[in-house]
């Protein structure tokens, strides 16, 4: 049999466990995971049933193709993009993102005892970032610290001062897995973890407390190397010589998948007064706000808080950020700086957008409007604050 090509992690196209669990075998095509399952061989079977490792069972199902021994037809290359290649991909983004570039997080012995490591990770972030605490960055992959505009999670200083923001949270347990959809129980051999994390977001509009609730997803990430100072992901069929330490890698909303039952928490008592403005997407209205602006050289009342005011910084000038509002579309590169995720049919119940006017960048807090105590597509947004970003 001719050798078979490899992609550039070195993961060739073969049978191996499923990441997913349920003791059968998944075809990777040397570039994502496959719907295609395979029961176990009777001699794959045999060593796992030793106890051995993940690795030596992957590696004994490669031994059987090779050899012939109760071999497993390769299925066709797919060509659609599966749920399950969407999450796999999402994944391996988030793990790329945190290691790519070369970049050096330490070393520490592979075979470490590691199995309190990520959960007091995620616990020592999630304490700093839902506070707005500078530290946040000890524990976050070094793409994540470099590309934040501000606290993931919690946002620019003056702004969260300004609504009187607390957040509080609740983490779930971490569940790893190897560059793919995370389901294993144990660290050993992996280098991507996932939590689910309950957030409720207290904050005032109009003299109004309220108080919001959403899910993330929260990734952790830590990079392999295989004799050399060159981060890399976990591989099947090769030992690592040590592995750096675990970080917070980035935020996604959770899929069903991530939930495994369960509900995300979706929910806000923010609920605003009559506007006949149309404010269903935050992108969209800033955007309406911008056209308006430069038509008008001043900011209209388009979607404020109870449709009538909005908390304002004490140090911007209101006219001054109407006549100089830049041009802004649906396809502008809009910064959001709290890092919350959210779908359309269900966004995150805060979100800031960093807009550059004239010498100096601002802050435009905006709220997912309530509907019954749910949010949702229909229910809209409002503009609670407008800010100058803290230094």
């Known amino acids: 049999m001719s050798e078979e090509p490899q992609d550039e992690s070195g993961f060739p196209p073969a049978w191996h466990p499923d990441p997913l669990g349920g003791g059968q075998l998944r075809w990777w095509d040397g570039s994502r995971w496959t719907e295609h399952l395979a029961p176990v061989p009777e001699q794959v079977a045999a060593v796992a049933d030793t106890g051995e490792t993940p690795d030596a069972v992957a590696r004994a199902a490669a031994s059987e193709q090779v050899t012939g021994a109760a071999a497993v037809t390769a299925p066709p290359r ?3 993009m599966t749920a399950t290649t969407w999450a796999v991909l999402a994944a391996t983004v988030l793990v790329v993102g945190g290691v790519s570039g070369g970049l050096w997080w330490g070393s520490t012995s592979a075979r470490a005892d590691i199995q309190a490591q990520a959960p007091a990770v995620l616990d020592d972030f999630l304490a700093a970032a839902t506070t707005g605490d500078a530290t946040w960055t000890d524990f976050a992959s070094p793409a994540l610290g470099s590309s934040a505009l501000a606290v993931p999670l919690f946002g620019d200083a003056k702004a969260a001062a300004s609504i009187d923001l607390a957040v509080t949270y609740e983490a779930g347990p971490v569940v790893y897995g190897r560059s793919s959809v995370a389901r294993d129980e144990l660290p050993d051999g992996n280098d991507v973890a996932l939590a689910l994390v309950d957030l409720t977001y207290t904050f005032t509009v109009d003299g109004q407390q309220q108080t919001a609730t959403t899910t ?4 952790l990430s830590r990079p392999f190397y295989f004799g050399d100072d060159t981060p890399a992901q976990a591989r099947y069929d090769q030992e690592p010589t ?16 991530d939930l495994q039952g369960r509900e995300a928490l979706a929910a806000s008592s923010y609920v605003a007064a009559e506007d006949d403005s149309v ?7 800033l955007a309406r706000m911008s056209e308006l602006a430069r038509e008008n050289n001043f900011i209209p009342a388009l979607c404020l808080s ?3 005011t909005t908390t304002v910084g004490d140090d911007v000038d209101v006219d001054a950020i109407g006549k100089s509002f830049p041009a802004l579309t649906y396809l502008s590169p809009f910064r959001e700086a709290t890092s919350l995720e959210g779908t359309y049919d269900n966004p995150a119940p805060l979100q800031e957008y960093r807009i550059t006017i004239g010498d100096a960048d601002y802050i435009f807090v905006l709220a997912a409007v309530g509907e019954q105590g749910q949010r949702s597509s229909e229910a809209g947004w409002r503009i609670i604050s407008i800010q100058k970003a803290g230094e």
């Open 78 to 80: 797919e060509k659609s």
């Open 216 to 219: 993330q997803s929260v990734w």
């Open 242 to 257: 040590s592995a750096g330490p675990w970080r917070v890698s980035g935020f996604t909303a959770p899929t069903s998948g």
């Open 279 to 285: 404010c269903r997407s935050a992108i969209d209205l």
């Open 306 to 308: 109870g449709g009538r």
